[in-house]
């Protein structure tokens, strides 16, 4: 695991923006996996003016997001179906035959998990998965206790998801209470993995995530164990990081970073 801070939350999301891009340029059949939330709006703003100003092509790209809400059609408002269509799938010009979410309308969810996880295995897996991380340090919707290998699968949300994500929905009595998500292993087989963090009231689970014991009741520590990850975070979030002087000197020092400095 690499861990990049940078002195802002508008130059993490650019950071995580132009690694996204470069991805892109270098194979044009990309197969990303995405993330929703308020941190990912700002990088799928990015990638969009990217399109439109630098030709930045998505054509062929192939997505898979992490998680569905069980229960929403996807014209629903409150579908992570509809958000990735609003702020990215239509903004960049992806074909929507070429986007992938778990269907959670689906008449029987766990026949669904498993022809998901067959979609990414047909198509040759996921090439570089993007990540934000939940207040209790989940990653998708693998809330705490999941297993460190689980699969896409239904999951229960938490009480800390619910109050996380409910009032996005007006009335949080109506978000559902259960998701589809991939599972540990699953993000754990991408090629890559990239873990956007930003804002102080993430600092405590981040340090937990990223510098503490592996442990199921926080999915996000799992991370320790993927061969290329890369934690981007900004100053707010790092703040309760102990090894920050190391974590600059990688980016100011290292060959692999010169570009983006």
């Not at 695991?1 to 508008?10: D, T």
């Not at 409150?78 to 689906?106: K, N």
């Not at 934000?132 to 999951?155: W, Y």
């Not at 009231?201 to 926080?218: F, N, Y």
């Amino acid at each position: 695991m690499e861990i990049i801070l940078q002195p802002s939350a508008e130059r993490a999301v650019g950071l995580t923006a132009q690694l996204i891009a470069k991805s892109v340029r270098e194979n044009p059949r990309l197969a990303l996996g995405l993330a929703t939330g308020r941190t990912m709006e700002a990088v799928y703003a990015r990638l969009a003016r990217m399109h439109r100003e630098d030709a930045l092509d998505f054509r062929k790209v192939r997505t898979f997001n992490l998680d569905e809400y069980v229960g929403l059609p996807a014209d629903d408002p409150h579908s992570y179906r509809h958000y990735m269509t609003r702020h990215f799938f239509e903004p960049v010009g992806i074909p929507a035959h070429h986007t992938f979410l778990p269907d959670g309308m689906a008449q029987d969810l766990d026949a669904e998990c498993r022809a998901y996880e067959e979609k990414i295995k047909a198509l040759g897996g996921i090439d570089l998965q993007l990540l934000g991380i939940g207040n209790d340090g989940h990653i998708g919707f693998n809330e705490p206790l999941s297993a460190l290998m689980s699969r896409t699968r239904p999951k229960a949300l938490s009480p800390e998801t619910l109050a996380q994500n409910g009032p996005l929905f007006g009335d949080p009595t109506r978000m559902p209470r259960r998701a589809l998500t991939m599972g540990v292993g699953t993000i754990l087989e991408s090629r890559r993995a990239l873990m956007l963090v930003t804002g102080a009231a993430k600092a405590d689970i981040l340090a937990q995530a990223v510098e503490g014991p592996i442990t199921s009741m926080i999915s996000a520590t799992a991370l320790q164990l993927h061969p290329h990850c890369v934690v981007i975070a900004d100053e707010a979030a790092a703040a309760e990081l102990r090894g920050t002087a190391y974590y600059r000197r990688v980016f100011e020092t290292e060959p692999e970073w010169a570009e983006f400095r």
